[in-house]
Structures are given as C-alpha cells and as structure tokens.
C-alpha cells in the first residue's frame, strides 16, 4: 500500500482551485503502474514522488494525466512542493522528467521558475478553422496585436485570444473541427484567454487528453509569457499578472504569472500559487501489467 495526499492547487478556498494526487513512495513503481493509479483517481493530473537521484535535491517527481505521462506540469509542481515542505518556508528541489524544477515556498505560497522557455511552433492559427473548432463566430477570435500562436515550453498549447468574457464562455469544442484543429496544430490542448481587470481570465480544454477542461494549468500560465510578449503586451524589466481559470467550472484558481524580459526577449518566468489539503489515505499497488 501507498500512501496518497489530494489538494486543491492554486486556491486558499477548499473544493476550488485543480485537484492533485501526491503519490509518496514511489520508487517501486513502473509507469505502467503508475498509469494505472492516475486512471483510478481520474484527476487532471497525478504526481508520484520518488527519491531524488542527486542528495542535494528534495525529490525526483514523475507527472501523469489519467491518459499519458507529461515532463512537466504546473499545478502538481506547486502542491507537491507545499506539501514536501511541511509548512516551513525554503526551498524545494524537483526532478521532473523535464528537468530540475527549483521551487521557492514562502508564507504558504509556492513559485516555481520554468524549466524550459517556450519556443514557437507552426501550425493550428487559421482563424476561420479556430472558431468552427470552438463553436464561436470568426469575429471573437483575437483582438489588438493578440493572434493565435503555439508555444511549447515541456508541453504544447495552442493559445487563443478571445474577444471579451462572453466568447471565452461560450467556447465548447465542436467536431469534426476540434480534431481537424488539434490536427493543424500538432497539440491537444487549447489555451483560451481575454483580459480581465489588469489581468486575464483564461480556460484550457483537452479533451482528446482526457482532460475535458483544467481548471488551472501552471505549465500554460507560464508559456502564456511567450504568446503576450509576442502580442507587445511585456516590457522589458520584470511584470507580474493575475490569471483566473476555472470560473465557468464553478472551481475558480488564481495564479501569479512573473516574466522578466531582457531586450525584448524573455529571460525567466515564474509562476506562484497556494493549496489547501483535502484527504489522504493509502492506496493499493498495481500489478505489473508490462
């Protein structure tokens, strides 16, 4: 048996914010097992925690969806790190399959700093194709300097402006275009964002990932950094922005997002946010099924 601990991440308010399995005790378990535990607690995202290969590293993590492995997630980095940390504040070290992943937890609030910085990639910003995929007219797509881009920084999204809170919404996949679009991308999983306040409001669906929609996604919220720098929307110097996702599924999650832009490039993005407990237990280990 192993022990488990689920929390809610990216809110202080329980029963809100994304569900997250920490699986402790790991080492013995293969992925196909692993699989298996993240198909059974069926959350966006299961984390398993092993011991680190180097000593001076807090642990080393592996990151499932109930469907496949990721190198990198944001929500499970930021609850496993608050739970590792037993309320002290310092820092946590992750090896995530991604790489080391440094984790600075203060006052009951983790930040993660990026792994990797995202990169373009072509394909998936026909307009017209975007909004069939979504179920919205071809006006609500974009605004201003804001255009549809694929950004992969670990994982792979396809960002998408929305004109204003009523498109973002409404939006629901809609096939055979959603396939079509995921397709043309090259990616399952669709990041939707508008302003809203002095920040934005956002909804990340993948459906064909098993994931029908994330009610917050650290790993997006950080790549996000490249798709508003290249919308002119980050100076150069350091800017932080509030992101709400969640509303529309009623499990609202607030994230800090901090980019620092050095001559019109980026240089680092953090991404901040708390957890609150919500069970534990312990949970029977698979067969081996290989």
Same mark, same amino acid.
């Given at each position: 048996?192993l022990?488990?601990h689920?929390c809610?991440?990216? %809110?202080? !308010?329980?029963?809100?914010?994304?569900?997250?399995?920490?699986?402790?005790g790991?080492?013995?378990?293969?992925?196909?097992?692993?699989?298996?535990?993240?198909?059974?607690f069926?959350l966006s995202?299961?984390?398993?925690?092993?011991?680190?290969?180097?000593?001076?590293? %807090?642990?080393?993590?592996?990151?499932?969806?109930?469907?496949?492995?990721?190198?990198?997630?944001g929500?499970p980095?930021i609850?496993?790190?608050?739970?590792?940390?037993?309320?002290?504040?310092?820092?946590?070290?992750?090896?995530?399959?991604?790489?080391?992943?440094p984790?600075?937890?203060?006052?009951?609030?983790?930040?993660?700093?990026?792994? !990797?910085?995202?990169v373009?990639?072509?394909?998936?910003?026909?307009?017209?194709?975007?909004?069939q995929?979504?179920?919205?007219?071809?006006?609500?797509i974009?605004?201003?300097?804001?255009?549809?881009?694929?950004?992969?920084g670990?994982p792979?999204?396809?960002?998408?402006?929305?004109?204003?809170?009523?498109?973002?919404?409404?939006?629901?996949?809609?096939e055979?275009?959603?396939?079509?679009?995921?397709?043309?991308?090259?990616?399952?999983k669709v990041?939707?964002?508008?302003?809203?306040?002095?920040?934005?409001?956002?909804?990340?669906?993948?459906?064909?990932?098993?994931?029908?929609?994330?009610?917050?996604?650290?790993a997006a919220?950080?790549?996000?950094?490249?798709?508003l720098?290249?919308?002119?929307?980050?100076?150069?110097?350091?800017?932080?922005?509030?992101?709400?996702?969640?509303?529309?599924?009623?499990?609202?999650?607030?994230?800090?997002?901090?980019?620092?832009?050095?001559?019109?490039?980026?240089h680092?993005v953090?991404?901040?946010?708390?957890?609150?407990?919500i069970?534990?237990?312990?949970?029977?280990?698979?067969?081996? !099924?290989?």
């Amino acid at each position: 048996m192993l022990d488990y601990h689920i929390c809610d991440v990216f %809110t202080d !308010r329980a029963f809100s914010g994304n569900p997250l399995a920490i699986v402790l005790g790991a080492d013995g378990l293969n992925a196909t097992q692993m699989q298996i535990i993240a198909r059974q607690f069926n959350l966006s995202e299961t984390i398993f925690v092993m011991a680190p290969r180097d000593p001076d590293h %807090t642990a080393r993590v592996r990151i499932f969806l109930p469907g496949a492995e990721i190198p990198f997630a944001g929500h499970p980095t930021i609850g496993c790190a608050l739970h590792l940390s037993a309320g002290r504040d310092g820092l946590i070290l992750l090896e995530e399959e991604a790489g080391l992943v440094p984790v600075r937890v203060r006052q009951g609030e983790a930040e993660f700093v990026a792994p !990797r910085l995202p990169v373009s990639l072509p394909g998936g910003t026909d307009a017209e194709l975007i909004a069939q995929a979504l179920n919205l007219p071809r006006d609500a797509i974009g605004w201003g300097a804001h255009h549809p881009g694929t950004w992969q920084g670990g994982p792979a999204f396809l960002f998408v402006p929305l004109v204003d809170l009523a498109a973002l919404a409404a939006a629901r996949p809609a096939e055979p275009h959603w396939s079509r679009l995921t397709d043309a991308a090259g990616v399952d999983k669709v990041y939707l964002y508008t302003p809203e306040d002095q920040g934005y409001r956002a909804r990340m669906l993948a459906p064909t990932a098993g994931v029908p929609e994330d009610p917050a996604t650290g790993a997006a919220s950080a790549i996000l950094a490249a798709q508003l720098l290249a919308a002119g929307a980050l100076p150069d110097g350091q800017t932080t922005i509030r992101l709400r996702q969640g509303v529309e599924m009623g499990r609202p999650s607030d994230i800090r997002m901090t980019a620092s832009v050095e001559a019109g490039s980026l240089h680092e993005v953090r991404v901040a946010g708390r957890a609150v407990p919500i069970a534990s237990g312990r949970i029977r280990v698979p067969e081996d !099924r290989r």
